[in-house]
């Protein structure tokens, strides 16, 4: 039978910090450590049942794509850093392609950077770091993001890590698409009405989930772009005002 030794781990936690140091645990001591998350005990699933309700209804921090986060993602990884395996603020809900991708990336040793935002720790910034633009190719609208010259390092490191240039502009043909389907089916008069609808899509996305929620800024970006309203008022008889 595995023995924990809850006076060491109480020790540990309380000297947790992203940025410490690796140690080798002898290999009954790491399997102990580790068996405290994976065998799912009533205390860890009482703990872990906290931990998502924090995040009930909301969509995964690390992208904002789709609904409830489906997986708990380890800021240090289990398998380095198994003393951590049940630590609150080690934990974090997360959809499974961004903990896949994650990985056990924490930092990167030559530059000395964080690959990804500690939820629990970081600041997220409140300037606009993310643009998009929308192009209609073959009659059919897709959306380009990029990242602003002035972003952070920090910033940039979390885009590139999780592939979520690529991944926003993937889900945005689902967003353009419910648009469409929409408006076939309830009929907005005219082009600045249009406007209006996409801009208050755009404050709520913002007042929720910050400027650089990738919805909120595709909202925006829909109720602007000549080419995409042309494109609205070509194909589904919106009418111009």
Do not use: W
Not at 8 to 20: A, G, P, Q, V
Not at 27 to 32: M, P
Not at 33 to 58: A, D, Q, V
Request: aromatic share 14%.
């Amino acid at each position: 039978m595995l023995e924990i030794n809850y006076e060491k781990l109480t020790s540990l936690y309380e000297n947790y910090s992203r940025d410490i140091n690796f140690q080798e645990i002898p290999a009954v001591e790491k399997e102990s450590y580790i068996s405290l998350y994976e065998k799912k005990t009533k205390s860890t699933k009482e703990l872990l049942g906290k931990i998502r309700e924090n995040f009930e209804s909301e969509p995964c921090p690390y992208c904002g794509i789709g609904g409830v986060p489906d997986t708990i993602e380890h800021i240090l990884p289990k398998e380095i850093y198994p003393q951590y395996s049940i630590f609150s603020k080690n934990l974090i809900p997360c959809c499974a392609e961004c903990n896949s991708r994650k990985g056990s990336k924490v930092k990167n040793l030559e530059n000395n950077e964080y690959y990804t935002y500690n939820f629990y720790e970081d600041k997220i910034p409140n300037q606009e770091y993310l643009k998009v633009h929308i192009e209609i190719i073959s009659n059919v609208p897709k959306a380009i993001f990029e990242i602003s010259e002035g972003a952070n390092t920090l910033f940039k490191n979390h885009i590139k890590t999780l592939n979520l240039l690529e991944r926003y502009s993937q889900n945005s043909n689902i967003i353009f698409s419910e648009n469409q389907t929409r408006f076939k089916r309830y009929p907005i008069k005219n082009i600045d009405l249009f406007r209006e609808e996409c801009n208050k899509e755009y404050e709520v996305c913002k007042e929720k989930y910050g400027t650089n929620y990738y919805k909120g800024l595709l909202y925006q970006e829909m109720g602007k772009s000549k080419e995409y309203l042309n494109y609205l008022f070509n194909n589904l008889n919106i009418q111009s005002k």
